[in-house]
Structures are given as structure tokens and as C-alpha cells.
């Protein structure tokens, strides 16, 4: 297959179905998960991978506080595809999905998927966290790394030929390991050797995205197109919530329609949809509009409707009606849901 060139590149997005003109995006979800497994390794050794879901334990096993490993991998297009159709009827048209190395990535089945259910699928690239990774990485270089993401995007990516439109979830923990901090820059090389944007998934620590801001402005990454995820498991304070978007990266909020106050990997007090929108409305008032993007991040079986979730059509069904009553302007939520994902899915 022919290597895209950057010049191939300018100016479109890239769906796994292909080239596409950035204007035909629509409303996008910037962080999901289609096909996926997100055990650990330990959790995928386990003998008992728990029982079948059924609507008298769905509340217990999406809580948290009764974790199996079953609930954390969906490898069925037939439920995928159903899923998105749901989405699709509740007004969503792209999804990014960031299912990148060590999470089991499946570029053909999104391929299938996105033919299926109609919508336009973003696919990531490069690596998740230390521990998911093959020990074949760990002698790797940031160049190396950088290579390898630059192929994924140029021509196809996990011994397939479809082509992923941006890079990430790049993995990072709090302690930041020096394998992870490799993989960061070789995705800051990736993005100035293609135009495509980047998406960080930061440690839990609340001061890990600003170490990662910092990394990857030392290493000239255009910062506008560095989104860090996760924020609303992370930062809690609108002074780091602030000094990070004033750095200029695009913050994203993307566990919207996670309503729990438990979250089951750090011990924090989650934040539910409507302290989501107040945090966003924070940033909006100082001035970061253009650098807010949201999510549902959907990475267990009990999110999605089928086993008694909210679905990837949560945002389009409830989120935006409650960002109207909250007083969001029609163009403060286009520029949410559209404008700022066709900014960042555009190849520069
Ligand atoms: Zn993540």
C-alpha cells in the first residue's frame, strides 16, 4: 500500500474508511472505546472472568466495587455495531477511538463497524501504559517509537492497512516511567512529522497533565493540539484546572455519563455530569472555549445499553439538553461537539 504523504494529509481527516472532508465530521465523541480489552495482564490470567451480565447485577458491576474481569473487554462487532446505530439515532456521527497498543486494537473491525453503523470512525495509534505494553518495547527509542506512529498514520497500522487519523491514547502514569516518557516523544516527533493531533492519557495524579504539558512543550509539540483526557478523575481545583488550559492544551472531559461517586482505580470523589459542565463553564468564562472537548470514554460492558448503560448516545440524548438548561449558547455547544473536534481531526 502507498505511504499518504504529509501534503496527501493537509486539510483532511482520516477515518478508517479513509480521506474525508473535515466539514463532514458532524458532532464527535473525542475518546471511546469500540473494540477493545482493558484487563491487565493479571486480570486477563484470572480463571474466573465473572458471571454473565443480567440486569440484577449491572448496577454492582459498573459501580466498581465488584470488579470482574469480563466486564472490562468488548471484542463483538454485532454489539459494537448496535451500539453506535443508538448513537447515531441520538445525533452522533464520529467517533474517535483510542483503543491504542496493549488494549487490543482492531483497525478491520472498525473498518466493519464503521460500514455497518453508518458513522465515521477515528482510529488512534501508538501505545498505552507501561505494564500493557510487550517487553519487546522496553529497549525501544523515542525515534523508534515515533517511526512506528508515523506508519500507523501514513499506511495502516497493526499489520492492516487502515490508516489511524491521530495519536493516542499515548499512556502515562504518576510515577511517569521512562519507557512512557519514550513513548511521548516519539509522538511529539509523530505529530510534527504528519500534522496529526495527539491525545494523552495522563497518570491519576492531579499534577501529571502539567508535567506532561511541559514535556511536551520542551520538545516544541504545537500545543493546540495536545489533548490531555481524563481530566474529571484528575483535577479537582480550577487552579491547576486553569495553569493547564493556559498552557494551552485542550482539555477533555471524558467520563461523562460516569454519575458514580466511586471511582474504583484512585480514591477520589468523582465528579457527575453536572459538575462537569460547571468545571467547563470555568473555562469557557476564562477564555478557553476553543480547548474543550467531551467524552464518554466507554471502556466496560455495563456503559454500554445493552447491558443496562447509558451508550455512546448519552451526550447527544442528555448531555447537550442539559447544557442548554445550564445556559450553554447554541454556538458554545457546536463549538464543543463540532467545531473543536473538526480543528483537531484536521490534518495541518
Ligand atoms: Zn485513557
Redesign the pocket.
Known sequence: MARLTREALRGKAQTVLGLVDPALLGPTLM?EHLLWDIRTPAMRAEPDQGPEITLCNCFALGYGRKKVPGNFRLLCEATATEELRIMAQAGGRTVVE?SSGGLDPRPNGLVALARDAGVNVVMGCGHYVHEYQPVANHGRTAENFAAEMVDQIQLGAWNTDVRAGIIG?I?CQAPWTDLEKRVMAGAVMAMQQTGAALNV?PGRHADQPQEVAEFVKARGAEMDRVII??IDRTIFDEDRLFRLADAGVVIEFDLFGQESSFYALSDIDMPNDAIRLRMIRGLIARGHLPRVVISH?ICYRTRLTKFGGHGYGHIFANVVPLMRSRGFSEAEIEAIMVGNPRRLLTFV
Do not use: Y
Open positions: 475518546h483510542l491514547e499512556g492519557h483526557s481524563h470514554d
